[in-house]
């Protein structure tokens, strides 16, 4: 009898991880879930100083990982100025001095507008399948939803950040944690989601809040205003000459 309590609970164990999927199948639902061939996004962002806090508001339009534009639409001072992605580079219009600079190198690592938040980290749109293995460390509740725990690892040559612990929502496979560390294991960057809605087949973040570990200050909150998924996108507007325009 002892025996046979021992095989099962041993079954019911093995049973148990076998139901659980695997950190890289985790990570391709969340991108199944976030990935669209193209995406137009308006957006606020509120940015926490030490002193005081600002609003600024724009809207991108995405596609696919390698091309973006962003115009912002306020406050009257930045209104006006853009940014354009294409593949790797990053160039910047500013409407006060009527120049387009080419944003680069250790450049693109450094804040953007003031806020928690990196060119690097406005530049990001890749698919996280592609950059990172995954693997399932536990599961844990937050803000009182059941989460999986996996840890990413960077399987590319130098990705703005070496590692990510993302604690994902179990039935809505949308990250609501994540920290991001450098290769040395340093934390840099922290984002909590804490609004999240149901737009078509899709779960998107409402609201999320940025942390620079490196920084002092409540960190930046991104607010979702509209999105549209898999839209026509005007060709010129993924071009240098929209910078201009």
């Known amino acids: 009898m002892k025996r046979a309590c021992i095989f099962l609970l041993l079954f019911a164990g093995t049973l148990a991880r076998a139901q659980q999927p695997s950190g890289d199948e985790i990570l391709k639902k969340v991108d199944e879930n976030s990935y669209s061939a193209t995406r137009i996004v308006v957006y606020k962002m509120v940015i926490h100083g030490r002193r005081s806090s600002r609003t600024l508001r724009a809207k991108s339009w995405i596609e696919g990982e390698k091309k973006s534009f962003t115009e912002y639409l306020a406050p009257a001072r930045e209104q006006g100025t853009k940014m354009l992605k294409l593949e790797d580079d990053l160039w910047?219009?500013?409407?006060?001095?009527?120049?387009?600079?080419?944003?680069?190198?250790?450049?693109?690592?450094?804040?953007?507008?003031?806020?928690?938040?990196?060119?690097?980290?406005?530049?990001?749109?890749?698919?996280?399948?592609?950059?990172?293995?995954?693997?399932?460390?536990?599961?844990?509740?937050?803000?009182?939803?059941?989460?999986?725990?996996?840890?990413?690892?960077?399987?590319?040559?130098?990705?703005?950040y070496h590692s990510r612990k993302i604690w994902v929502d179990r039935e809505r496979y949308i990250g609501l944690r994540e920290e991001r560390y450098a290769k040395s294991g340093r934390l840099l960057k922290t984002t909590d989601v804490d609004q999240i809605r149901h737009q078509g087949e899709r779960w998107v973040a409402g609201r999320v809040v940025f942390k620079d570990a490196l920084k002092e200050g409540e960190g930046t909150e991104f607010i979702l205003e509209e999105v549209s998924f898999n839209q026509p996108i005007p060709a010129y507007l993924l071009s240098k000459a929209a910078l201009r325009r």
Request: aromatic share 6%.
């Open 92 to 160: 910047m219009y500013s409407p006060s001095t009527d120049r387009t600079i080419r944003i680069s190198g250790h450049m693109l690592r450094q804040s953007v507008m003031g806020s928690d938040l990196s060119y690097e980290d406005m530049m990001e749109d890749h698919v996280l399948t592609e950059m990172y293995q995954a693997a399932l460390t536990g599961q844990e509740e937050l803000n009182g939803r059941p989460c999986w725990v996996i840890l990413c690892t960077a399987k590319t040559a130098d990705p703005a």
